[in-house]
């Protein structure tokens, strides 16, 4: 075996050693000139140090290796953090009237760097002991050093105006400049203002005297978006990379990033409208809010043409529309000796794209055999490929079906979208078509407290409806081109005319790559579901029992009791691509086998002297 591991030369020969320090600080300084004004410096800094030494003395500990030398690496992170900020406050009430407003300036720096050596052929120093300061290595010398730096300065302001606490303004302004964006588009303004009106506090009011509260809100703003990283809008070089010309290596460089001097800022423009309403003396309350907001010159990264010598871009790019509605509910449903209060709550929401880039109107993203298109007037990232219907049973229903070139009688039969009487997997013209949304119609969860004397009880649930989910496991488990474990519904395939299965699976011995590599409507699973997340039975002992403690509460509880779901696999919260991260907003809903989360009993005891 090539690649053998034997643990006990790696833990003879392999040293390495760790170190990291964390400073935190932060000072701050007022003055108060006056009982309504008054002045504050806040300045904090947050630095990180982190070195690594490796060494690795001569030979090997994996089979079939090659001699090894000495090697040693020295590595050397710091990464360092600094706030300044400056305001000054205004708070004054005149009557009725209440204001309050501040002004200020903030910066904020973040800069990182990073050393790297490597050396080889270090020398003996005694019989078991290598001299692995770097300066001792005689060959193979490797060194890099990289620095990164962003920074951002804003000035803002903001003033509140409350009149007899009944009608509620804000009006706010910023103004951000990142080191992040040309010179010429650093400078962001972002304004938003925000109005209440406490409508129980009117006198027209009293004669509703179930009404506990009743707020009417509503809020507008812009936001903006830098995070794009650093240096982006640079065509960035690397100084190290080398040539031939003739028979002759010589220095050089290259460009490593295709940079964009006209980046500018994301922003997105947001209305918030919303109510609060409470009654029968605060036994329900209810909070309703409804937001949308438009998302413009998204900060995207742009496919670019091969001949160019690079893969992509960074642009703005685009606008996106999100809307949506939320909802909750609390109530003390009983309130007597048993008592039982309730929280729930639900949210809606979609999305539209509205523009993308001028060079197209779709963009499309793609992991393992997953892909999804965004395309103007639909949603984004919504799941892309064919559509199976069925298999070609005979050579009769071959004949008279649109097919592919590589369509043969026994492999499963995709749907001839486009209409051409032929089956064909361009990503454009073919009879590619969208699949399914990932993202759910709502999302909602609720709470049910109970008690009863000593004793209480505790359920949390939460769930999704609507949304899609793509098996991607099933790639493997259904892969019929193999010597391989499958799912049991494998066995109703195709195996003749005579006995075509269940139409859902084609047949074993040829054209199965199209059905195991092309994403198509067999992998796509409702990902809808109602979990219990939590419940906990606990009893607290009457204090008059206790002589030293002064509470004392025995609880059991379990983690995960249940999931209802039609979702076959083991986790219908599906969160991580292909390579474990968080994905995208452009590739959510896709099942790389996610780990299921476990169901955890617990037993505890919570005592307070």
Wanted: glycine fraction near 10%; proline fraction near 3%.
């Amino acid at each position: 075996n090539t690649f053998g591991t034997n643990p006990t030369a790696r833990e003879n020969l392999e040293e390495m050693e760790e170190r990291q320090n964390r400073i935190n600080g932060s000072v701050w300084l007022e003055f108060k000139p006056f009982d309504f004004l008054s002045y504050k410096f806040n300045g904090g800094i947050d630095l990180y140090f982190y070195e690594k030494s490796w060494f690795r003395g001569e030979g090997n500990w994996t089979q079939n290796q090659e001699h090894r030398d000495p090697e040693s690496q020295k590595q050397r992170d710091n990464t360092y953090n600094m706030l300044i900020e400056h305001t000054l406050n205004f708070n004054k009430d005149f009557g009725k009237h209440h204001v309050d407003a501040v002004v200020g300036t903030t910066y904020q720096s973040h800069e990182w760097e990073g050393l790297w050596a490597s050396r080889l052929n270090f020398p003996l120093i005694s019989d078991e002991e290598w001299l692995h300061v770097l300066d001792a290595g005689k060959s193979n010398q490797q060194n890099t050093n990289s620095i990164s730096k962003n920074a951002m300065i804003s000035y803002l302001g903001r003033a509140n105006y409350i009149y007899d606490d009944k009608y509620y303004f804000t009006a706010t302004f910023r103004r951000d400049g990142t080191s992040r964006l040309s010179k010429e588009n650093r400078w962001g303004n972002f304004p938003a203002i925000s109005a209440g009106w406490l409508v129980s506090d009117e006198a027209f009011m009293k004669k509703f005297s179930w009404v506990s509260l009743l707020k009417l809100r509503g809020s507008y703003g812009v936001i903006g978006n830098n995070n794009i990283g650093n240096y982006t809008q640079y065509n960035t070089i690397n100084i190290t990379k080398g040539g031939v010309f003739g028979s002759t290596v010589v220095n050089g460089s290259q460009v490593t990033n295709l940079g964009n001097p006209n980046l500018g800022w994301e922003k997105t423009k947001q209305l918030d409208l919303g109510v609060d309403f409470s009654f029968l003396n605060n036994r329900i309350t209810l909070t309703y809010d409804y937001y949308k907001k438009i998302t413009d010159n998204l900060l995207y990264s742009l496919s670019v043409p091969r001949e160019s010598g690079f893969s992509t871009i960074t642009g703005n790019v685009g606008k996106i529309k999100f809307w949506g509605h939320e909802i909750s509910i609390n109530s003390h449903n009983l309130v007597g000796a048993f008592k039982w209060d309730t929280n729930f709550n639900i949210a809606f929401s979609d999305n539209r794209v509205l523009a993308l880039s001028g060079m197209s109107d779709y963009m499309l993203a793609s992991t393992g055999i997953v892909q999804t298109i965004t395309k103007v007037g639909g949603r984004i990232g919504q799941f892309y490929g064919m559509v199976q219907e069925g298999v070609y049973v005979d050579q009769a229903d071959y004949d008279s079906s649109p097919k592919a070139v590589d369509s043969e009688v026994g492999t499963i039969k995709f749907k001839d979208v486009n209409g051409d009487g032929s089956i064909t997997y361009d990503d454009m013209g073919g009879d590619k078509t969208e699949l399914g949304n990932p993202y759910p119609k709502f999302t909602f969860g609720f709470t049910n407290n109970f008690s009863y004397k000593n004793f209480d009880l505790s359920i949390i649930c939460s769930g999704s409806y609507g949304n899609k989910i793509v098996a991607v496991s099933e790639q493997g488990t259904t892969n019929l081109d193999g010597n391989f474990n499958v799912l049991k519904e494998v066995k109703d395939r195709w195996r003749s005319p005579e006995n075509p299965g269940a139409g859902k699976y084609g047949k074993t011995t040829s054209g199965t790559g199209r059905e195991r590599d092309i994403l198509h409507s067999r992998f796509i699973c409702d990902g809808s579901h109602l979990t219990v997340k939590n419940i906990t039975f606990g009893y607290t002992f009457p204090t008059h029992i206790l002589k030293y403690v002064k509470s004392l509460r025995l609880y059991a509880s379990v983690q995960q009791p249940f999931v209802f779901t039609k979702y076959k696999y083991a986790n219908p919260e599906v969160g991580v691509d292909f390579d474990g991260n968080a994905p995208n907003a452009l590739l959510q809903g896709i099942d790389f086998s996610t780990y299921p989360i476990p169901r955890t009993f617990t037993v505890g005891l919570n005592v307070s002297f």
